[in-house]
């Protein structure tokens, strides 16, 4: 602090400035970090959503299958977030049927585009249907 004639105190214009310019460049990394959370966030909770609609879409489709055992697969489109969902109940692979001859794959792909880049999401799990016939 640099002192004048009149007995006024107080800072000088320079000295506000260089404060600022010290405030500005610490907190410049916290601001670009808080911005990258908040986008990874977002963009997680998409995912999380899509993942949840993948979920409930293959209940749905199954409990239509229960009632029509001939409706082996199933096609959805949801916009928003943009989103394909694809419902699909196959025979297992040879290694699992030499266990078990009766087990069924469901399978529901979420497919999405962003940025221009595809992406796939499956989610699978394993049915035991003794009755199911071809």
Do not use: H
């Amino acid at each position: 602090m640099i002192r004048s004639r009149n007995s006024t105190t107080g800072f000088t214009l320079i000295e506000v400035l260089f404060a600022m310019a010290i405030i500005g460049l610490a907190l410049t990394p916290l601001i670009i970090n808080q911005s990258n959370l908040l986008r990874w966030v977002a963009r997680q909770s998409t995912l999380l959503y899509r993942t949840y609609l993948g979920e409930q879409f293959m209940i749905d489709s199954y409990i239509k299958f229960e009632q029509d055992n001939r409706q082996r697969s199933a096609r959805k489109q949801v916009e928003d977030p943009e989103t394909t969902l694809i419902f699909r109940i196959e025979e297992s692979s040879p290694a699992i049927k030499k266990l078990c001859r009766n087990i069924y794959t469901q399978k529901v792909t979420v497919e999405w585009e962003e940025a221009g880049t595809k992406y796939t999401d499956k989610l699978i799990t394993f049915l035991f249907l003794p009755e199911l016939k071809k």
